[in-house]
């Protein structure tokens, strides 16, 4: 496409999103003279992730980067290749100069094609988010459903949509984080068509948001459920969701399906949230060949999103500045035990925070069939263990990884969903540094103890293969593999000693993303989930919270979410590290 078909959209005259990564800065107009072989833009760096519903990802869709637009405060947006901006945060008012078309994976997806970067500044580095006004709903919702360009209405009703973020959404995300944040819906649009179509997301949210006067601001969102029908819409992601830099930052995001987890992943990535995915090693907890698995993380709500809205882990709850000290214990020198209560408990110490020499963090958390995770014996369909599972934190995209406590080979990841700790058996991470050992576990608590060698007593850690990505590449696709053997989910006993994993380094070189899927296929019997398909009833959880208070009616839903603008039409999967 020519790059003034592209440069001259308008965009909404008031979608400058306080605090958000799609604020768009004062100052000069965005485009100048398209017509020029290199045009300089000057706008807001904005992050949008396409992904794809579980559907999708068994049938081998993937998407390698998010998309990342510069939106300006003249109403005019262009896209540009991810990689050309990596290392600036969302949000960051930025000065580019673009050439010719670039050829990327989203063009063929049906996305406006992106431009090549031949310069960047950044002229203003991202601002913190603003405050959320004071009042009885601090994340205000305005609610919209939209048949894009190419679509028509898929029967799914306005009440529906408000009620899924009213009931179950809005007691999700109240329990997880301790009452500060109230979502709520203030404004409900019935269908409309739009002019604007999915390849240019920026355009469609900014003709929505014009048409139902949607006014951006601190804790305000703008949710479209844009129309299932035709499911092939070009650029049509699964969902779509900006990424923010902390709660109060409000955010636009659209979904397409009426799905509880899928709206409360979208909103955890408004809030600043990447995903909670997974690191799998070839036979080792942390170094040697790995890869990362986007979304791999079934506990938790920012991972995959199936039947439970999961409890966020330690991890995203530190993140968002949610997790209760009162909850937290912090490892220091020497030795360190620690009794955990279960997460989804809502009382008692439920994360052992474990800080190595290069200041990252390693969670701990118990996680047993109470409250929130009382799914664990009743519908486990991925024979998830019940135990004691250890994360490390990170920047986005991946803000939380779930490390397998019990690896397998290379060959073994497609069906392998079992992360817990084997009690008993040491695991060393942190380039030997640390060595955690689960002791006596119980429905009441589980006992560890993290033993911290000095620095430099603990074998180094070589030098990666290559640089990590700043933003999620999503190498890999998914390959329909074998389900896992039927039967009851194991219990998290004793392991046979294996002595203390290698020594090893956090970041290693990876194996073909192709070995392995991210969503191994439920059990045998069992009915394969399809994220597109509603579930027919909610089930009632009982009470208790991952970090906070109790009570939340669990949506039944199938499917995943995500983000950078968090999307869904194809999902990255896999990255290579």
Partial sequence: MHASRVLSRSLSRALALAGAVVALCAGPGAVAHAEDAATTVVGELVQAWPETSLEGQHAGESHEEPLTFVEGADGTSVRVPTAAVEGIGVGSTVEVTVGGTATDEAAADGYEPALEVLDTQVVRAARPAATVPAGSVTNQVTVAMVAPLGGVPDGTGLADVVDTVNDDVAAFWSEQTGGAVTVGVTAAHDWMTTAAGCADPTALWDEVAARVGFVPGPGRHLLLYVSSEPRDLPGCSYALGQVGTGIASGGRLYVRDDLASLIAHELGHNFGLGHSSGLQCDGTVEGGTCRTAAYRDFYDVMGVSWDRAGTLTAAQADRLGVLPAAATQTAGAGTTTATLAPVGGGTGIRALQVTDAAGTDYWLEYRTAVGRDAWLASDNRYRLDTGVLLHRAGDLPDTSLLLDGS?????GWEGDLQTALRPGVPVTVAGGELTVTVGAVTPAGATVTVVRTSPAAAVPAPAPAAPAPAVLPGTGRTAAGPAPAAGP?????????????????????????????????????????????PVE????????????????????????????????????LLRRG
């Fill in 407 to 411: 690896p397998s080979a290379a060959g």
């Fill in 489 to 533: 989910a194991p219990a998290a006993g004793p392991a046979p000693a294996a002595g203390p994993a290698p020594a090893a380094a956090p970041v290693a070189p990876s194996v073909p993303a192709e070995a392995v899927p991210v969503v191994p296929a439920p059990v045998a019997g069992e009915p394969t989930p399809i994220a597109v398909a």
């Fill in 537 to 572: 009833a909610a089930a009632t959880e009982p009470a208790g919270s991952g970090w906070t208070t109790p009570a939340l009616a669990a949506g039944g839903v199938v499917g995943l979410g995500g983000t950078v603008l968090a999307g869904k039409r194809v999902l990255p």
